[in-house]
């Protein structure tokens, strides 16, 4: 008889998971609230293309994703490009592509260049990571890159990322930020990034039709509202029963699956971790804002993290000519600006990319989106390893995996492919 099982999230764990179940002879139910798989990962459509809601890349160091699309036989999709990278910092901009545009970076004196280039030693050097779990990135990274360093280069960036958080951030969390940027460098110091040639969109999808070929049900539109032991309800109060079942959706939202079934000790243990939201704005433009693909916005002024123009790494005739852009702010969902609406979140922007792009007008744009996150980041906060919590639940029967499990390293599709395969093995040998 087929072992059978349950997976609550479509985003790239759940469909990892599922396509290696269904692969091994599983009875694989996947259930995805949205009206599409992908998770973070999930695209809509600009000029019938897949575009992501929020901007996605893999590093060239990425296997766990590279080897799975080479199991697919999809390898030909694989597009890996050399990018520019910036910053943008008291009305100017720098490049920061290579070693040599960071020893021009006029920001800081001579000594504090040096200083900067230093921090990719220091990574390197970090044999036992759980030692930063004690420093804060703020602390940790003035140490190495001086106060001046941090304070025009790091300081912007994490409280760009994480607000009224940002000091209380992990060492950890920021070294392996930058531990990954630098294995994707290639010769001369640049940086190497991959995309999927139709957009992460269409590797989901892909996903999904192999977990259908191999006789698994991926639902969409199928909200689960409650979990036990042995069985699921979904909005439609329909009962999906299995010999297991994962939860791969973000922790507050398994907490409140779980609250009639568990402890509320168990509870309070999946709530110790905070997350972060986030407001995307994509832009459809007729014209170029810049040559640079990620712009780090190190302006205290401005609000928004980083811009980031897509089709300065894949080609604007890929969306017919449209020029792509993002502009990302993190934030907690309680602020003002994450309850905007979409058109008062565009109004706001526009005077901010007016400055920082004096030539653009508001012509420039052919359409706009802005798309919401309540759980995009957990916070890495210091001794971070303690607050996780296992796999197993309060019900022998019931697994959790999500992406505040996957640490040291930090969210993405590239880790949830790991942690979804990981289990899947786990489950087919029968140690979970």
């Known amino acids: 008889m087929k072992q059978t099982i349950n997976i609550v999230g479509g985003g790239f764990t759940g469909l ?11 009875a694989v139910n996947i259930f995805e609230k949205d009206a599409e798989v992908g998770g973070l990962a999930g695209s809509f459509k600009v000029e019938g293309e897949n575009l992501e809601k929020f901007y996605h890349h893999w590093f ?3 296997l766990h994703i590279m080897d799975l699309i080479k199991e697919l036989q999809c390898e030909d999709h694989i597009i890996i490009r050399p990018t520019r990278t910036g910053m943008y910092y008291s009305n100017n901009f720098f490049k920061l592509s290579s070693p040599l545009d960071l020893l021009k970076f006029k920001p800081l004196n001579l000594i504090n260049r040096v200083r900067l280039g230093f921090v990719v030693l220091a990574v390197r050097t970090v044999k036992d990571w759980m030692k930063l779990e004690s420093i804060t990135a703020k602390d940790w990274l003035t140490k190495i890159c001086g106060k001046q360093g941090y304070t025009v280069v790091w300081e912007p960036l994490l409280k760009g990322k994480f607000g009224r958080y940002a000091e209380s951030v992990s060492a950890v969390w920021f070294w392996n930020k ?13 940086e190497n990034l991959a995309y999927y040639r139709g957009g992460f969109a269409s590797l989901a999808e892909s996903m999904m039709k192999e977990i259908h070929n ?24 329909e009962v999906f029963k299995a010999d297991k079942t994962v939860l791969t959706i973000p922790l507050p939202l398994i907490s409140n699956l779980l609250k009639d079934a568990v402890d509320a000790s168990y509870i309070n243990q999946l709530n110790k971790i905070q997350y972060i939201g986030n407001v995307c704005l994509t832009l459809e433009l007729k014209q170029s804002l810049s040559e640079i693909y990620w712009l780090n916005v190190n302006d205290p002024g401005f609000p928004f993290v980083g811009v980031i123009e897509h089709t300065n790494f894949e080609s604007k005739e890929t969306y017919k000519g449209r020029h792509i852009v993002y502009l990302s702010k993190y934030l ?18 526009m005077p901010f990319i007016k400055k920082m792009f004096p030539l653009f007008t508001e012509d420039w744009v052919l359409d706009y989106h802005v798309w919401k996150e309540a759980y995009s980041q957990p916070l890495v906060t210091l001794h971070y390893s303690k607050l996780i919590p296992g796999f197993t639940t309060p019900l022998p029967n019931v697994l959790i995996n999500t992406m505040a499990q996957i640490y040291p390293e930090d969210r993405g599709t590239n880790y949830a ?5 990981l289990m899947a093995q786990r489950l087919m040998s029968g140690e979970m």
Do not use: C, Q
């Open 16 to 26: 990892t998971m599922g396509y290696y179940l269904a692969k091994a002879g599983w």
């Open 60 to 62: 060239t160091n990425d």
């Open 178 to 190: 930058l531990k990954l940027r630098g294995g994707s460098r290639g010769e001369k110091g640049k």
């Open 214 to 237: 191999m006789g698994g049900v991926v639902h969409v539109n199928r909200a689960v509202v409650s979990v036990t032991n042995d069985e699921i309800r979904t909005a439609d109060g």
């Open 332 to 349: 907690p969902t309680d602020e003002a600006l994450y309850n905007m609406s979409e058109k008062e979140f565009f109004d706001y922007a």
């Open 417 to 421: 492919v790991r942690e979804g395969k």
